[in-house]
C-alpha cells in the first residue's frame, strides 16, 4: 500500500493516461458511427458487389470495436482514481493499453471509410441529383394541377392524363432517400412526362377545338358531296348492267349496297361529334373523327368505284389491244433479259414461267376475235396479272445476277 504522499505525486500521470484513454475512447466511438452510418447509405443508395464487400469488412472492425470499448470501460472500473485504494502507477500502463487499442480500432475504422470515401461521395452526389429530380417533378404535377383546374369544363382524356400523372407520383411519395437515387430518379422523370402531358393537353385545347371545328366544317361537306354523288348513280349502273356481263360490275354494286346505310348514317353522327366538342370533349371527338374519317372513305371509294369501274371498262372494250400490246412488251423485255448476252445459262424456272405468260396472252388474244359479250373485267384483271408475274421474274434475274 502506497502512502498518500507517494500516491498523490504518482496521480497526475493517471489523470493523463485516463484523458488519453477517454480522448482515444471518443475517436474510434466517432469513428465507428461515422463508418457504420456511411455504409448503410451506401448499401441502400447504391446496392451491388461494392457497397456489399464495405458491409463486409465493416463487420469485424464492428465487432472489435465493441470489444476494445468493453475492455476500456472495464480498465475504467478498475482502476477507479477518485477511489483511494486505487493504484496510480498500475492504472498507468493498463489506461495506455486501452489508448493503444482505442487509437488502433479508431484507425482502422477511418482507414475503412477513406477506402470508400470516393463511392460515397459518388452516392451523395447520386443522392442530391436525385432529391432534386423529384422537387422538380412535384412542381411539374403542381403545374399540372393547376391547368386542370384553370379548364371548365375538364374534358375526360385530360382528366385521364392527370390520374396517370398522379398515379405515377405515387413512385416518389418516399423521396429519393427511401427509394433510392436511381429508382427516384427514373419515378420522377416519369412523373414530369406525365404531368407535362397534361399541360400540353390542357393548354391546346383551344387551338385543338377550333381545329376539329374546321375538320367538321369540312367533312359535312365531303358527306353532303357523297351524298349527291350517290343519288346520282342510277344512270352508271344502268349503263354497266346493260352493256356489260355481271362479273364485271358484281363487285363495286355489292360494295355500293353495303356503303349505303353507312352514307345515311353519316350526317347524324357529324352532328353528334359537333355536340360533343361543344360539350368539351375535344380528346373523345378527336377519338371518333378518325373512325368518321375511315367510314366516309368507304363509302366514297364505293361509290366513287361505280364511275370508275364504268370508264375503266369502256376503255378496254373500245381499245382492247392496248393492255394487251402492255403485257406483251413486259414479258419480251423479261425474255430478253433472262437469254442476256448468251455467257449464262437461263435458268429452266425462269423460262417455264414466261413461256407460261406467252401462252395466257395467246390465250386471251385468241378470245378476242370471239363474238358476244366478254367479261373485259376479266380480261384486264388477267392482263395485269401477266405484267406483275412478268414484273417479278425481272427483280428474280437481277437479284440472281447482282444487278
Known sequence: MRSRRDREQLLPAAQAARDRAMQA???????????????????????????????????????????VAARYIATLDRFDLELPSTDPAAAVPALDEATWALEA?????????????????????????????????????????????????????????????????????????????????????????????VVQAASTLGERSAALERRLASLG???????????????????LRRDFVEPSWRDVEGALAAARPLLAALPDRVADLRRLLHAGEVGRAEEQVRQLVSDLERAEAAVDGVGRRLQALRAVESR????????????????????????????????????????RLEQ????????????????????????????????????????
Open 25 to 67: 475512447f471518443y475517436r474510434m466511438d466517432s469513428a465507428q458511427r461515422a463508418v457504420t452510418v456511411a455504409s448503410a447509405a451506401y448499401s441502400r443508395l447504391e446496392p451491388g458487389p461494392d457497397a456489399g464487400r464495405m458491409a463486409a469488412e465493416l463487420a469485424p472492425l464492428d465487432a472489435e470495436a465493441e470489444q
Open 105 to 197: 480500432a479508431a484507425t482502422r475504422l477511418e482507414q475503412l471509410q477513406g477506402r470508400y470515401a470516393p463511392a460515397l461521395e459518388r452516392a451523395d452526389r447520386a443522392l442530391v441529383e436525385a432529391t432534386a429530380r423529384v422537387q422538380e417533378a412535384r412542381a411539374a404535377l403542381e403545374r399540372a394541377r393547376s391547368a386542370v383546374a384553370a379548364l371548365d369544363p375538364v374534358p375526360h382524356d385530360v382528366a385521364d392524363l392527370l390520374r396517370g400523372a398522379e398515379q405515377a407520383a405515387q413512385g416518389i411519395a418516399g423521396g429519393a432517400v427511401q427509394q433510392g437515387p436511381e429508382a427516384a430518379r427514373r419515378a420522377a422523370e416519369e412523373v414530369r412526362r406525365s404531368a407535362d402531358r
Open 221 to 239: 361537306v365531303r358527306v353532303d358531296a357523297v351524298a349527291y354523288r350517290a343519288e346520282a348513280l342510277a344512270p352508271d349502273l344502268s349503263t
Open 320 to 359: 382492247p389491244r392496248e393492255p394487251l400490246e402492255r403485257a406483251r412488251f413486259a414479258v419480251r423485255d423479261a425474255q430478253r433479259l433472262v437469254v442476256g448476252s448468251g455467257k449464262e445459262a437461263p435458268r429452266p424456272a425462269w423460262v417455264a414461267r414466261l413461256d407460261g405468260l406467252v401462252a
Open 364 to 403: 386471251l388474244e385468241h378470245g378476242l376475235g370471239v363474238r358476244g359479250h366478254r367479261d373485259w373485267w376479266a380480261y384486264a384483271a388477267e392482263l395485269g396479272s401477266i405484267e406483275r408475274t412478268a414484273a417479278q421474274v425481272v427483280d428474280d434475274v437481277r437479284r440472281a445476277r447482282g444487278r
